[in-house]
Every structure is written in C-alpha cells, then in structure tokens.
C-alpha cells in the first residue's frame, strides 16, 4: 500500500487548506485511515482518523471543530479540512492507514505516506 499526502502550502493565518491522501496499490475500503502531523522539533502527534464507512470520526482535542475529516472510498482518498487555521498548525501532516491498535497512536498504524507540510504564517 502506498500512501501519497498532497495539498499542503504557505497560508496566512485564519485560513483553510484542504489536504488529501490518495491510495494506490493493494489498497482496502474497509480501514481506518488517519492522520498525523510534526511540528519542528516535536514529536509526531494524532489529529484525526476516520472509520471505513466514515460512520466514525475522531479528532485531536486542539483540532476539534476547526478540522474535518472525510473519505471517499470510491477514489481510495482521505481528507482532511482545515479552516482557521493558526501558526501552531505548522507542521509536516502524515497519513496512515490500517491501525492494528488504537486510532491515536501512531505505533498502531501500518503505512504511511511521506507528508505534505503546511505552514502558517502570523
């Protein structure tokens, strides 16, 4: 399975970008996909997962109402929507898929695509 993250950029502060993660290979609907982000000097941290159908969500409690989650089976591709977004945000994102464990760590999740950084100016 290989995961490919792309939509990231520069953006001011208070604004949006929408990141996507296609997959491509011996790619399943029926898993949980999530995503993660570093910040420099951080380590990596969960933001969001979603179930196969998308029945669940689940969000990173300083993400909660400002990002969204979501999946379109069809075309084997997560997003993730981020509005209002601040500096804090800066970060590489990361997507992962097939958590064998819990959702919020990242020790659950078999693969991983490369990241797309997004940066945040003030």
């Known amino acids: 399975v290989q995961l490919q993250a792309s939509g990231g950029g520069l953006v001011q502060a208070g604004g949006s970008l929408r990141l996507s993660c296609a997959a491509s290979?011996?790619?399943?609907?029926?898993?949980?996909r999530g995503w993660f982000r570093q910040a420099p000097g951080k380590e990596r941290e969960f933001v969001a997962a979603?179930?196969?159908?998308?029945?669940?969500?689940y969000y990173a409690d300083s993400v909660k109402g400002r990002f969204t989650i979501s999946r379109d089976n069809a075309k084997n591709t997560v997003y993730l929507q981020i509005d209002s977004l601040e500096p804090e945000d800066t970060a590489v994102y990361y997507c992962?898929?097939?958590?064998?464990?819990?959702?919020?760590?990242?020790?659950?999740?078999?693969?991983w695509g490369r990241g797309t950084l997004v940066t945040v100016s003030s």
């Open positions: 992962a898929s097939d958590p064998t464990g819990t959702v919020f760590s990242d020790g659950s999740y078999m693969y």
């Open positions: 290979g011996r790619t399943f609907s029926y898993v949980t």
């Open positions: 979603i179930t196969w159908s998308g029945g669940r969500t």
